[in-house]
């Protein structure tokens, strides 16, 4: 083949593919358009204005990096050590005490009023949008209605879109100053719309719940949040404990949550050595990095930081960031430099498990609540220590069975 063929054959190709991109554009953008037509439709039902259906929703676009990030899964799995030591960071946690003598009076009203503490107000903030210096920019009606016109989550998306719609109408928002996440969070303390609608407060007096410009009106909005979903008034959140050596890994997570009372029979201390309290309180048992990291003790209002955001990493920070602000000293226990486990290596240990008869359902690639189980139930067998993590003897142990399904 001569250089000229070669090149007006590679030309050829890269042509091809463009007229298929701009194709697959344009499938897209007509198949969004005829979307935008129904929503126009659910939006009238909804009630909205006419002003808003003839001329909001119908200005709505399509947001293709929206549909790559809904779509992008982490080729990596995050190890909790990462996770807090991004979070939880000593510029956190002075800039947390900071705040808290500059909004010292609407915090002590805001505990008040809705029994939660300042420190957790702030460290909410802090995780969320880095006390408000990067709340999104994404479009929020473009990239809901993005994910309203997509088929994995419509009905949701289009709830929220509607929402999203009904709180433009209610306090006379521009459309361009609506930014948030690119699945439609909002605000400092990022709110999706409808918690928005029903959990945001006008804390400076103006007449508007506005979550993007006015702290008060955020932090205001977050205590009532908190308060709705089950805040217990004069409770912690949980706290860093220390293992006996010869602890039994049988009582992890949520499920086994049982009496303080039965925790200190079963021999464990505060951080700092001291007996458990005795208060009558259940709790859940964590270790996050396995047995070599540190262990929690979640009590009711972890479970009320999970309803926020489902993750006990997220619960576990925000919480040790609030002690923090407020004085504590850093984990005892320091989590453990540990290496990232990619998505395809977790799907093999899974069918690895599988193979070996710990079943854990299809292997996903996410150290979800049954591949902990299998894990652990692996790890006995085997007289491991029975944390659940996936530590380095663990997968040693378990390579055989991995090797076996990944060979050709």
Not at 134 to 159: E, I, N, Q
Not at 292 to 307: K, Q, S
């Amino acid at each position: 083949m001569s250089l000229g063929t070669f090149i007006s054959a590679a030309a050829l190709t890269l042509f091809s593919g463009l007229l298929l991109g701009q194709t697959a554009l344009a499938d897209d953008a007509a198949e969004f358009a005829t979307c935008v037509t129904g929503l126009q439709a659910k939006a009238r039902a909804a009630g909205l204005s006419p002003e808003t259906v003839d001329t909001t929703v119908a200005q709505l676009r399509l947001v293709p990096r929206v549909l790559e990030l809904d779509r992008k899964q982490p080729e990596f799995s995050q190890t909790f050590g990462n996770y807090f030591n991004q979070r939880v960071t000593d510029w956190r946690v002075a800039e947390g005490r900071r705040l808290l003598a500059e909004h010292k009076q609407l915090l002590a009203r805001l505990t008040a009023q809705h029994g939660v503490p300042a420190q957790y107000l702030l460290a909410f903030w802090g995780l969320e949008t880095n006390f408000g210096r990067y709340k999104g920019k994404m479009p929020v009606l473009d990239s809901l209605a993005t994910l309203a016109c997509d088929h994995r989550r419509s009905d949701y998306f289009t709830s929220e879109l509607i929402q999203a719609l009904k709180l433009k109408e209610r306090y006379g928002f521009e459309s361009k100053d609506m930014v948030g996440s690119w699945a439609g969070a909002m605000g400092h303390t990022q709110f999706m719309p409808s918690a928005y609608g029903k959990y945001a407060l006008d804390g400076d007096g103006d007449g508007k719940a506005d979550l993007w410009h006015s702290t008060e009106d955020a932090l205001t909005s977050a205590a009532n949040f908190l308060q709705h979903l089950g805040w217990k008034r004069d409770e912690r959140w949980g706290r860093e404990v220390l293992l006996p050596e010869d602890f039994d890994y049988r009582h992890l997570g949520r499920q086994q949550a049982q009496p303080l009372s039965e925790w200190a029979k079963l021999k464990l201390k505060r951080a700092n050595g001291r007996s458990l309290p005795t208060a009558d309180m259940r709790a859940a048992l964590y270790v996050p990095a396995g047995h070599t990291g540190p262990a929690f003790l979640g009590y009711d209002n972890f479970e009320v930081i999970m309803r926020w955001n489902r993750s006990a990493f997220y619960a576990i920070a925000v919480g040790h960031l609030a002690d923090r602000i407020v004085g504590a000293a850093p984990l005892t226990v320091r989590p453990p430099e540990q290496p990232r486990l990619s998505r395809e290596r977790v799907k093999q240990l899974q069918a690895g498990l599988n193979s070996l008869g710990f079943q854990v359902g299809e292997p996903d690639g996410v150290l979800g609540r049954n591949t902990v189980a299998g894990i652990q139930a692996f790890q006995r067998s085997r007289q491991l220590i029975a944390d659940g993590y996936p530590g380095e003897e663990t997968l040693q142990a378990l390579a055989p069975a991995v090797k076996q399904q990944t060979a050709p």
